[in-house]
């Protein structure tokens, strides 16, 4: 580097760290969309910073942010009036005071035999959602804390790092009459963020379900990137890499279904390979959170993961 670039280089660091600004933390647009091998990897927070904030709420996102995510990831669901909120369950009970609240409107189900009973998310309006506490239930600090409408989470995360979000259910919801992916894309072209000048905020789709990313690929081609994940134990064959080069950008094997192997023959068929999830709450053989996502990032060669600690993500030279 010459003294110009040298100069250059250092006044642009000092005027974004004058600005408060994290740009040059900021995913490129072209993350992930072809791999590259050596270059930067990326760091998608797992429902948000979730190890240490509630999943899928506005406290996990912003710290996720100041964490140093590249993306934060949403899982999403819809409520009664027709609105997609952020939240991994369609059932709520694991993560709010519903039964509480709510205690007359469940549904009833057969699990194994035995009747159950249910709190569908789909059965709440946003007013009665917004009424909950989806932050007890980590640690009673959060309480009173409440589930975001996805609108929300743009509003918080725009032009402060990547949006990762995941069609969950959406075939169930096609039954109940919603069009999740034209939702989805409706969402993110109201608030102008199919605009490729946008380098703050880079989206990309994810879903385990190929139906679903091929509506939003015949919705949107290649406007935003999208991912294929597969379940656990579900490690993707030549065949099916080749079926979702076809739609997507990248795979998401889960981490143990990831090899070396794997990871050259996607880079080679042109897809990126994002695994997940990686927990400081799961025991690990490596040691460390830290140590598990080096082994999966430097020595597999993964492009790209899904962390409930963003703070551990090791980021090595020119990483
Ligand atoms: O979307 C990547 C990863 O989050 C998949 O697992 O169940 O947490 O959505 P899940
Ligand atoms: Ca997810």
Same mark, same amino acid.
């Given at each position: 580097?010459?003294?110009?670039?040298?100069?250059? !280089?250092?006044?642009? @660091?000092?005027?974004?760290?004058?600005?408060?600004?994290?740009?040059?933390?900021?995913?490129? *647009?072209?993350?992930?969309?072809?791999?590259?091998?050596?270059?930067? %990897?990326?760091?998608?927070?797992?429902?948000?910073?979730?190890?240490?904030?509630?999943?899928? +709420?506005?406290?996990?996102?912003? !710290?996720?942010?100041?964490?140093?995510?590249?993306?934060?990831?949403?899982?999403?669901?819809?409520?009664?009036?027709?609105?997609?909120?952020?939240?991994?369950?369609?059932?709520?009970?694991?993560?709010?005071?519903?039964?509480?609240?709510?205690?007359?409107?469940? &549904? #009833?189900?057969?699990?194994?035999?035995?009747?159950? *009973?249910?709190?569908?998310?789909?059965?709440?309006?946003? @007013?009665?959602?917004?009424?909950?506490? /989806?932050?007890?239930?980590?640690?009673? %600090? /959060?309480?009173? &804390?409440?589930?975001?409408?996805?609108?929300?989470?743009? $509003? !918080?995360?725009?032009?402060?790092?990547? =949006?990762?979000? #995941?069609?969950?259910?959406?075939?169930?919801?096609?039954?109940?009459?919603?069009?999740?992916?034209?939702?989805?894309? $409706?969402? !993110?072209?109201?608030?102008?963020?199919?605009?490729?000048?946008?380098? @703050? +905020?880079?989206?990309?789709?994810?879903?385990?379900?190929?139906?679903?990313?091929?509506?939003?690929?015949?919705?949107?081609?290649?406007?935003?990137?999208?991912?294929?994940?597969?379940?656990?134990?579900?490690? /993707?064959? $030549? #065949?099916?890499?080749?079926?979702?080069?076809?739609?997507?950008?990248?795979?998401?094997?889960?981490?143990?279904?990831?090899?070396?192997?794997?990871?050259? %023959?996607?880079?080679?068929?042109?897809?990126?390979?994002? +695994?997940?999830? /990686?927990?400081?709450?799961?025991?690990?053989?490596?040691?460390?959170?830290?140590?598990?996502?080096?082994?999966?990032?430097?020595? =597999?060669?993964? $492009?790209?993961?899904?962390?409930?600690?963003?703070?551990?993500?090791?980021?090595?030279?020119?990483?």
């Amino acid at each position: 580097m010459n003294r110009r670039e040298f100069l250059a !280089l250092m006044s642009s @660091a000092a005027l974004a760290a004058a600005m408060g600004c994290r740009s040059q933390q900021h995913p490129p *647009r072209d993350a992930l969309i072809t791999p590259k091998p050596g270059g930067r %990897k990326i760091l998608i927070a797992h429902r948000g910073a979730s190890a240490y904030a509630p999943e899928n +709420t506005l406290p996990a996102y912003d !710290l996720a942010i100041k964490q140093g995510a590249d993306y934060v990831e949403q899982d999403l669901q819809i409520s009664k009036d027709g609105v997609l909120m952020c939240g991994h369950d369609v059932e709520l009970t694991r993560v709010s005071n519903i039964a509480d609240v709510f205690p007359d409107r469940f &549904t #009833e189900a057969k699990v194994k035999g035995k009747t159950v *009973r249910k709190w569908w998310i789909y059965n709440f309006t946003v @007013a009665e959602l917004k009424q909950l506490d /989806f932050g007890s239930h980590l640690d009673p %600090k /959060f309480k009173g &804390t409440q589930i975001p409408t996805w609108q929300e989470a743009i $509003d !918080l995360i725009r032009g402060r790092a990547g =949006l990762f979000p #995941e069609t969950k259910g959406p075939e169930l919801y096609g039954k109940l009459g919603f069009n999740m992916e034209q939702m989805v894309v $409706d969402v !993110l072209n109201r608030n102008g963020l199919n605009d490729k000048s946008n380098h @703050a +905020t880079p989206v990309f789709i994810q879903s385990f379900s190929r139906p679903s990313l091929e509506r939003v690929n015949a919705l949107i081609g290649s406007r935003w990137p999208k991912l294929q994940l597969a379940l656990v134990g579900k490690p /993707f064959t $030549d #065949e099916m890499m080749d079926e979702t080069k076809q739609y997507a950008t990248a795979i998401g094997p889960a981490k143990n279904d990831v090899t070396a192997a794997l990871v050259q %023959k996607a880079h080679a068929k042109g897809l990126s390979v994002v +695994t997940w999830t /990686f927990s400081s709450r799961e025991p690990s053989q490596y040691g460390s959170v830290a140590n598990e996502m080096r082994h999966y990032l430097y020595d =597999l060669g993964a $492009d790209a993961l899904f962390t409930n600690n963003p703070d551990q993500f090791p980021r090595e030279a020119n990483s």
